[in-house]
Structures are given as structure tokens and as C-alpha cells.
């Protein structure tokens, strides 16, 4: 794994983590209903970091 | 005279529909959201219990009284658990008052499914766990959301490959391999020799 796959492996998984405070502070403190729509929308923003991070890497499939 | 004689081993390939459901990342968006979905039922039903009060606190009493009122065998109609074994077992547990320690065990159990579902940390060992949730539960005779749960999360056991995709499984997955393939960490870092083949993200089949 080179540096570059590193740091995007590093960034997405701080994303997810991210992901995963945001979800406790949701459930804690919204409506177990609408606080899911901002779950879902944090997780498509994890989604979005982990495509940015890793695009043209290998683990992308580009060096393969 | 003629013997029928079946082939010993032979592989059959899965459908192209079932393939493309259950082991493309292409499907990756639709079990991100089957799971995002399973995923805040188990973490809001486990905050409430971590938050609230008499499942944690108080020696697991919740617990305790739902296993007291299920293990009743009424003299008319039909008991709660329909199975004697799950009945002796749950009488078992309460004769050793565990409903202290095992309130924990639920309660942190939901809680941290629900974040590995969420986030695709080891995403079929999650659905294993709260599918085991889900089944107890059933037994328990707590239909509730649980049917549905359990659904869900069968569905994504089959597709353990690729649900976490969009996830931290992304890296994580080809990082630890399968017993029979195992990743880069699990081997070891890349020999002096110029053979990377031990820090190459296998294909986990």
C-alpha cells in the first residue's frame, strides 16, 4: 500500500467515524423518525469523501 | 446394466441476478440504505435501553420482569415461548439472576450493531449478531419489528461482499481477507524480494 492509498484509506475511514459520533448525537437528542434522514444523509457523505479519496487509487481498481 | 452415478463435486454458479445483487459493488447504494435503515432501528433501540432507566441500572429489573412475564405457562391459550428448551432456558437464566449482566450485553449489543451497520464496519458479522437478536427475540414470542429485521438482515448476511462496501469495509475487508484468503494484514508487509503479492488487496470471493 502506498501513500497515497494510506491517506485515502485514513480519510474514509475518519469519515465513517465521523459518521458514527454524528449517529449517537442524532439518536440522543431526534425524533427516532426524522432522526434517520440525517443519518442517511451523513452517510452519503461519507460516501461521497471515500469516492473523492480513493478515485484513481488501486483500491479503486485503477492499478489493477 | 446401466448405474446412475452423480458427479462428486460440482460447482454451480449463481444466477447473473443474484450475482449482481449479492456480489457487485454496483448494489453497494441499495444495501447502504437496507442498512443505514437496520442500522438506526438497532442503535435507537439501543440507546433507549442504555439511556433509559431499569435495563442497565437498577440490576437489569426490565429485563428481568420481561423474562419473569414470558416464561408463564397460562392454563388457557397459548404460552409466549412455544418451545419448552427456550422456556427452560430463559427459566435458567433468571433462577441465576443473570438479567443484571445479560441487560448489559443486549443493550451495548444493540447499540454497537446498530454503529457497524451504519457505517459498514464488518457488516455481515453485525447482520449475524442482530439477526441472532432478531431470532431471540421472535422466540421470545416479541414479534414487534423483528420479523422485518430479520429479513433485512438475512439479506444482508447474502450479500456480506459488498453491503459494507460504501463503508469502512471498503478497506477494511481487503485488508483482513477471508480464512482462505487472507489480506495484507493478516499476512504480513510486503517482502524485500520485490513480491508484493502480501500488500495486494485480494478479491474476496
Redesign the interface.
Given at each position: 500500500?502506498d501513500g497515497s492509498e494510506l491517506s485515502a484509506?485514513v480519510l474514509?475511514?475518519a469519515a465513517?467515524?465521523g459518521?458514527?459520533v454524528f449517529?449517537?448525537i442524532a439518536?440522543?437528542n431526534w425524533d427516532?423518525l426524522w432522526?434517520?434522514f440525517p443519518?442517511?444523509a451523513a452517510?452519503v457523505g461519507?460516501?461521497a469523501i471515500?469516492e473523492y479519496v480513493?478515485a484513481g487509487s488501486?483500491?479503486d481498481g485503477g492499478g489493477q | 446394466m446401466n448405474v446412475l452415478r452423480f458427479p462428486r463435486s460440482v460447482e454451480l454458479r449463481d444466477p447473473p441476478l443474484v450475482r449482481a445483487l449479492f456480489a457487485n459493488t454496483a448494489a453497494a447504494p441499495i444495501w447502504l440504505v437496507v442498512r443505514t435503515y437496520v442500522g438506526w432501528q438497532w442503535l435507537h433501540a439501543g440507546w433507549t435501553k442504555v439511556s433509559g432507566e431499569n435495563w442497565i441500572t437498577n440490576d437489569g429489573v426490565a429485563l428481568e420482569g420481561f423474562w419473569t412475564r414470558i416464561v408463564q405457562v397460562p392454563e388457557q391459550g397459548s404460552p409466549p415461548i412455544r418451545y419448552d428448551w427456550y422456556r427452560d432456558v430463559i427459566q435458567f437464566m433468571l433462577d441465576h439472576h443473570w438479567a443484571a449482566w445479560f441487560a448489559w450485553v443486549i443493550a451495548f449489543g444493540e447499540l454497537f450493531v446498530g454503529i457497524a451497520l451504519i457505517i459498514g464496519l464488518l457488516t455481515g458479522v453485525a447482520a449475524l449478531a442482530g439477526a441472532s437478536l432478531n431470532f431471540s427475540f421472535l422466540l421470545a414470542g416479541s414479534a414487534s419489528t423483528n420479523p422485518v429485521l430479520f429479513l433485512f438482515a438475512v439479506l444482508l448476511l447474502l450479500a456480506w461482499k459488498v453491503a459494507g462496501y460504501i463503508g469502512v469495509d471498503r478497506w477494511l475487508l481487503p485488508a483482513l481477507g477471508t480464512p482462505w484468503s487472507p489480506g495484507a494484514a493478516v499476512r504480513g508487509p510486503r517482502r524485500r524480494d520485490g513480491d508484493d503479492r502480501g500488500s495486494r488487496a485480494p478479491e474476496v470471493h
Open positions: 500500500m484509506m474514509g475511514i465513517w467515524i459518521v458514527a449517529s449517537v439518536v440522543a427516532p432522526g434517520f443519518v442517511l452517510v461519507a460516501w471515500g480513493t488501486r483500491l | -
